[in-house]
């Protein structure tokens, strides 16, 4: 079955600065691979996702993720973070099987 | 609107007491699935449902049940709740699977 990590349990940026959050997973075949952003006291929302073709995928607000095979990663950047980014963010990968795995999250904070 | 709707929002409960969430999505969507979402493990899957009348376990269907007799509807049921169902749980639904999931606002629920 496959899994998520999600190294980071919290980050914390300044506002203006670049963003980096590290996904790793382990599928055995060519994974569906998602981020979602959760504020605080609602649902989660798609960022991005990657099914096939490039590598390099555009979401939402101005994120962007990069799926890297050769390391098992699909992490998430941002070239400028704004105060309203503040939120947990899960990586997530789909399987063939129809079950979705979700990674522990990562909180950030963002300072002004 | 397309949307996930869950009821009740916030659930507090004794141990034993039989409860039932609902969760409703007006998108047709064939896959909808549980979730519980608890501090440092992120989400994980209780139960899915490809379409009317099937379901499967996820990593986590110890003492909960679903039931999918319409397209719309697919309510989580807790038989005999216990502490350790303490949780905030989410209800998600998709077109297909694997694909983007539409998340309900979550229910806050807690076993005394």
Redesign the interface.
């Known amino acids: 079955a496959q899994s998520?990590t999600?190294p980071d349990?919290h980050i914390t940026v300044s506002e203006g600065a670049s963003l980096e959050l590290r996904c790793n997973y382990s599928y055995g075949a060519t994974p569906?691979l998602?981020w979602?952003v959760q504020s605080p006291g609602?649902?989660?929302?798609?960022l991005l996702?990657y099914?096939s073709g490039d590598t390099l995928v555009q979401g939402i607000k101005g994120f962007e993720a990069e799926f890297k095979r050769s390391q098992s990663s699909f992490n998430l950047r941002k070239p400028s973070v704004h105060w309203s980014d503040a939120a947990e963010y899960?990586c997530?990968v789909?399987?063939?099987n129809?079950?979705?795995?979700?990674?522990?999250?990562t909180r950030l904070t963002v300072k002004p | 609107e397309a949307q996930?709707t869950q009821n009740p929002r916030y659930l507090i409960t004794v141990t034993g007491k039989k409860l039932t969430v609902t969760c409703s999505q007006n998108m047709n969507h064939e896959?909808m699935?549980w979730?519980r979402q608890d501090p440092?493990?992120?989400?994980?899957?209780i139960y899915?449902s490809?379409n009317v009348e099937v379901t499967?376990k996820?990593?986590v269907p110890e003492g909960y049940k679903v039931s999918r007799k319409e397209k719309r509807n697919f309510p989580l049921i807790l038989e005999s709740p216990s502490p350790n169902q303490t949780s905030l749980y989410?209800c998600?639904s998709s077109f297909r699977?694997?694909?983007?999931?539409f998340?309900?606002?979550?229910t806050r629920l807690t076993v005394l």
Do not use: W
């Open positions: 998520v999600q349990i569906y998602f979602y609602q649902g989660l929302q798609l996702k099914f899960f997530a789909g399987s063939n129809n079950d979705m795995r979700f990674g522990a999250g | 996930v896959y699935s979730y440092g493990l992120g989400l994980r899957q899915y490809m499967d996820g990593d989410f998600a699977t694997p694909n983007e999931q998340f309900g606002p979550g």
